[in-house]
């Protein structure tokens, strides 16, 4: 498996769960994210909270995804994990509301416009 440091891509997003998610939900939601780490190419996922403090938190949570490389990110969304981790899970956030960016971490020479399918 590859390490951190040779990660081609990095998925960041932020986002908040809808107010009716309960804490024994939430700490669900948290643990079962590591499960993405069992698709292929996906080096590291990881969950947590922002730790801004109210008023000035705008999410709650925040959550960071290490691909390989493309391949990886371009077979992560239909993988079979992901697709049963969102319809079990994705259902608890506020979708209308959320940042989502992937940086391409490949020296510039090598970099090629990525386009979300």
Same mark, same amino acid.
């Given at each position: 498996?590859?390490? =951190? @440091?040779?990660?081609?891509?990095?998925q960041f997003l932020v986002f908040d769960l809808k107010p009716e998610v309960t804490a024994e939900e &939430? %700490?669900?939601?948290?643990?079962?994210?590591?499960?993405?780490?069992?698709?292929?190419?996906?080096?590291?996922?990881?969950?947590?909270?922002? =730790? @801004?403090?109210?008023?000035?938190?705008?999410?709650?949570?925040?959550?960071?995804?290490?691909?390989?490389?493309?391949?990886? &990110? %371009?077979?992560?969304?239909?993988?079979?994990?992901?697709?049963?981790f969102a319809e079990k899970y994705l259902r608890m956030t506020n979708r209308e509301d959320r940042l989502?960016?992937?940086?391409?971490?490949?020296?510039?020479?090598?970099?090629?416009?990525?386009?979300?399918?």
């Open positions: 498996m590859a390490s =951190l @440091a040779e990660a081609q891509l990095v &939430r %700490e669900e939601l948290l643990k079962a994210t590591r499960a993405l780490e069992q698709i292929p190419g996906v080096i590291s996922v990881r969950l947590g909270t922002t =730790l @801004a403090n109210p008023p000035t938190r705008r999410y709650q949570l925040g959550c960071i995804i290490y691909y390989a490389d493309i391949k990886a &990110r %371009e077979g992560f969304l239909p993988h079979p994990i992901h697709r049963d989502n960016s992937i940086v391409d971490l490949r020296p510039s020479s090598e970099s090629l416009p990525y386009k979300e399918r």
